[in-house]
T-cell receptor
Framework: SQQGEEDPQALSIQEGENATMNCSYKTSINNLQWYRQNSGRGLVHLIL?????REKHSGRLRVTLDTSKKSSSLLITASRAADTASYFC?????????????FGQGTRLTINP | GAVVSQHPSRVICKSGTSVKIECRSLDFQATTMFWYRQFPKQSLMLMAT?????????EQGVEKDKFLINHASLTLSTLTVTSAHPEDSSFYIC????????????FGPGTRLLVL
């Protein structure tokens, strides 16, 4: 079942601005992952944050995790036209090893030049 | 590293025929692969978990006789859509987990199936 909810569902900003997307989930997790999907393509893994971590950075990406609120946010700084894509959060739970992912509904991000 | 391929990238078939989709991990071994389907403008829905050398585990509501999964080697899983119907038209995506690292799922580029 889908447990992730993302907001906004769609976001349109100007190039150079920062984009923030939020994800909420319902059950306990081992980790939360963010993926990007360009139209009609596969998913690209962006970042994984474990349940005992609060913040993680990767280049222009910043992810936060608040397990007390069961929420996460993805911040893309200094956006570029190439960042236009759909962004999904996915939660993993259960025993270690290969874990099933439950995906949120996604945020469609449009960067206007 | 961590590249997953899918073949074919798109397929059109007639109603009633069967279609096989391959998912390969190109530079790592994957004891576990996952199969998802995605409808337009929607999220990914997990269909089944494919484990090398054993039977696949299907999610609730997914017909195992309709969607046959075979994971015969550490680098290949196949999904066969049997007796396809127009409602099976969708985007099918696989992912693979590195047997050594075991955490991140690497996704294939997807296969777009259109059943006429």
């Amino acid at each position: 079942s889908q447990q992730g909810e993302e907001d906004p569902q769609a976001l349109s900003i100007q190039e150079g601005e920062n984009a923030t997307m939020n994800c909420s989930y319902k059950t306990s997790i081992n980790n939360l992952q963010w993926y990007r999907q360009n139209s009609g393509r596969g998913l690209v893994h962006l970042i994984l944050i474990r349940s005992n971590e609060r913040e993680k950075h990767s280049g222009r990406l910043r992810v936060t995790l608040d397990t007390s609120k069961k929420s996460s946010s993805l911040l893309i700084t200094a956006s570029r036209a190439a960042d236009t894509a759909s962004y999904f959060c996915a939660t993993a739970a259960g025993v270690s090893g290969a874990q099933k992912l439950v995906f949120g509904q996604g945020t469609r991000l449009t960067i206007n030049p | 590293g961590a590249v997953v391929s899918q073949h074919p990238s798109r397929v059109i078939c007639k109603s009633g025929t069967s279609v096989k989709i391959e998912c390969r991990s190109l530079d790592f071994q994957a004891t576990t692969m996952f199969w998802y389907r995605q409808f337009p403008k929607q999220s990914l829905m997990l269909m089944a978990t494919s484990n090398e050398g054993s039977k696949a585990t299907y999610e609730q509501g997914v017909e195992k006789d309709k969607f046959l999964i075979n994971h015969a080697s550490l680098t290949l899983s196949t999904l066969t859509v049997t007796s396809a119907h127009p409602e099976d038209s969708s985007f099918y995506i696989c992912s693979a987990v590195d047997a050594l690292l075991g955490e991140t799922q690497y996704f294939g580029p997807g296969t777009r199936l259109l059943v006429l």
